[in-house]
Nanobody, 117 residues
Framework: QVQLVESGGGLVQPGGSLRLSCAAT????????MGWYRQAPGKQRELVAT?????????NYADSVKGRFTISRDNAKNAIYLQINSLKPEDTAVYYC?????????WGQGTQVTVSS
C-alpha cells in the first residue's frame, strides 16, 4: 500500500504562484510514475503533469499548463512537487497526487487551489 499526502494549496490572486508537495510513504518500491491531476467543480479529473521515477525523470505536461507549471521530484524524500506560476482563475481546482505501480493506482486526498482576486 502507498499513501500520498499533498500540501501547499491555498487562495492566490491571478498571476500568483504556489508550490504543491506530495509525500509518498508505505511500500513505494516499484512506483514507475508519479504525477498531478486536478478536478474543477463540475468537470472531470484531468492530467496536469507526470514525472517518471526512472528514465532520467522524464516529464509530461498538459498543454494548458506548459510553460507555467513545473513538476519535480526528490527521490531521497520520496516526494514530488508542482511549481505553479502565472496562476489563472481557470486553474482553480482540487489538485491530486497520483502514483502508479502497475497494476495499481494510488491517490492522495487532494489539496484545494483557488485563484481569485
Amino acid at each position: 500500500q502507498v499513501q500520498l499526502v499533498e500540501s501547499g494549496g491555498g487562495l492566490v490572486q491571478p498571476g500568483g504562484s504556489l508550490r504543491l508537495s506530495c509525500a509518498a510513504t508505505g511500500y513505494i518500491f516499484g512506483i514507475a510514475i508519479m504525477g498531478w491531476y486536478r478536478q474543477a467543480p463540475g468537470k472531470q479529473r484531468e492530467l496536469v503533469a507526470t514525472i517518471s521515477s526512472t528514465n532520467g525523470g522524464s516529464t509530461n505536461y498538459a498543454d494548458s499548463v506548459k510553460g507555467r507549471f513545473t513538476i519535480s521530484r526528490d527521490n531521497a524524500k520520496n516526494a514530488i512537487y508542482l511549481q505553479i506560476n502565472s496562476l489563472k482563475p481557470e486553474d482553480t481546482a482540487v489538485y491530486y497526487c497520483h502514483a502508479q505501480r502497475v497494476p495499481f493506482d494510488y491517490w492522495g486526498q487532494g489539496t484545494q487551489v483557488t485563484v481569485s482576486s
